[in-house]
């Protein structure tokens, strides 16, 4: 299995590689079967997708299907870049941003029925 490091998975932004579990993945022939759409993958291109792809609660299924475009293995040893590091908003803040939204609007329709 070929070895890649930060700086390799960074020259291959534009060719879609990502890095999730130390593992390379090249996802962009999925990316228009992708059901969250191709902008979630397209926005880890070059980076640690770790964080992002566990706790999106992905299936065992969808495992499966993302060991059809290894490529080979990260080389713990290379410098990544700080871009690169896995990132994304946590599940916990995408909850607590939800319920204050959904509390923003039923505040908005509380006020405009209660009249």
């Known amino acids: 299995m070929n070895t890649y490091t930060w700086q390799q998975v960074a020259q291959n932004l534009k060719n879609g590689w990502l890095v999730i579990d130390g593992i390379v993945y090249d996802p962009t022939p999925y990316l228009n079967e992708h059901p969250g759409g191709p902008a979630v993958l397209q926005n880890r291109f070059g ?44 599940a916990s803040a995408q ?6 939204v959904a509390l923003v609007i039923v505040f908005i329709l509380w006020n405009i029925f209660a009249k």
């Open 47 to 90: 980076k640690d997708a770790t964080r992002d792809f566990n706790e999106t609660g992905h299936t065992s299924g969808a495992r499966q299907i993302l060991q059809k475009y290894q490529v080979g293995i990260i080389d713990k040893t290379s410098p990544q870049e700080p871009w690169q590091a896995g990132g994304g908003t946590p």
């Open 95 to 100: 909850q607590f941003a939800y319920l204050i």
